[in-house]
């Protein structure tokens, strides 16, 4: 008889112990970035790295310094065009509005990080140098010196670098 109890209590326990969650993980999972509407990037800034003035059309960004020191910027839109600059420190968050464009700069001779959060996940980026002077084909000289108010061989050699 108490063999009988005893395979009843281990057959007890042993059903208790399988009646778990068939998947525990399926608990912490949740949906991609790329289903919400956002997404993320890790910058890693080489010692006094530049991250060049760009701007995201689709997007508003915030970026949180993981580690080293950023100086970052942004230019108002017109007529304005007021340049609005900050130095972050670890743990330091600072947002750029969306289509404006920006700029980051590690300040220190170390590695920088930082992550950057956009409010689309296809928030698009325009890097402004590349955009203008290596374009395909080239924006001709002439609107770009009159737009830079510059001689056409100044033009000529910063096209020939894109």
Not at 105 to 117: M, T
């Amino acid at each position: 008889m108490s063999r009988v109890l005893l395979f009843s209590l281990l057959l007890a326990t042993c059903s208790i112990a399988f009646a778990s969650d068939p998947s525990p993980l399926q608990d912490f999972c949740m949906a991609d970035s790329k289903s919400q509407g956002i997404s993320m990037a890790r910058i890693d800034f080489a010692p006094m790295g530049i991250n060049p003035p760009h701007t995201h059309p689709r997007a508003t960004e915030i970026l949180t310094v993981i580690e080293g020191r950023i100086l970052v910027g942004f230019v108002t839109s017109n007529p304005e065009n007021r340049l609005i600059t900050k130095v972050l420190e670890k743990g330091d968050v600072f947002m750029f509005p969306q289509g404006l464009i920006h700029f980051q700069k590690n300040l220190g001779h170390e590695y920088a990080i930082a992550i950057a959060g956009l409010s689309s996940q296809n928030p698009g980026v325009i890097t402004i140098a590349n955009a203008i002077f290596g374009s395909n084909p080239d924006i001709t000289r002439d609107i770009l010196a009159k737009a830079f108010q510059v001689d056409m061989n100044v033009v000529y050699q910063i096209q020939s670098k894109f």
